[in-house]
């Protein structure tokens, strides 16, 4: 990523996410474009993507992202504040954006800063991120039909 030498401002990129706010809760409100996001997000994510590199960790990041919000407009996890599903919404929107701080068109460039977005957000949701990982643990190891009785 550091190739380009484009390195995206940092009070730019709070601005971005502060303005992708208001967009994004209009997409979780909607359960069909919500789905439509996933599905761009998804389709551009495994165009970008290759296994292993140095982007492992941001790529396994995104799809977390992608994941909770998925499981978020299910109604399967709910355990997440207002403004942190907002802030998951706001990534996912600027990362499958074709017009942004720089233009996807942009050769690398363009795709820096979808990545400094996503890592900035990342970076403020780390500790919730755990906790969404801790709770898809515990589904794949809950036994199907079994249901926690939480007293």
């Known amino acids: 990523m550091t190739t380009s030498g484009y390195t995206p401002d940092p009070e730019r990129v709070a601005k971005a996410v502060e303005r992708s706010k208001t967009r994004a809760e209009q997409y ?22 290759k296994s292993g590199g140095p982007l492992t960790e941001f790529w396994r990041d995104l799809k977390t992202l992608m994941r909770m919000l998925k499981a978020y407009t299910r109604h399967e996890y709910t355990h997440v504040a207002w403004g942190t599903i907002v802030l998951v919404v706001a990534a996912i929107i600027y990362f499958v954006s074709p017009i942004d701080l720089m233009p996807d068109w942009i050769p690398l460039a363009g795709f820096v800063d979808d990545a400094a977005i996503t890592v900035f957000v990342i970076s403020q949701l780390r500790a919730e991120l755990a906790k969404f990982s801790r709770w898809e643990n515990e589904q794949i190891a809950k036994p199907a039909g079994e249901e926690i009785i939480d007293l």
């Open 28 to 49: 979780i409100r909607d359960p069909e474009k919500s789905k439509e996001l996933l599905d761009k997000a998804y389709s551009k994510t495994n165009t970008y993507e």
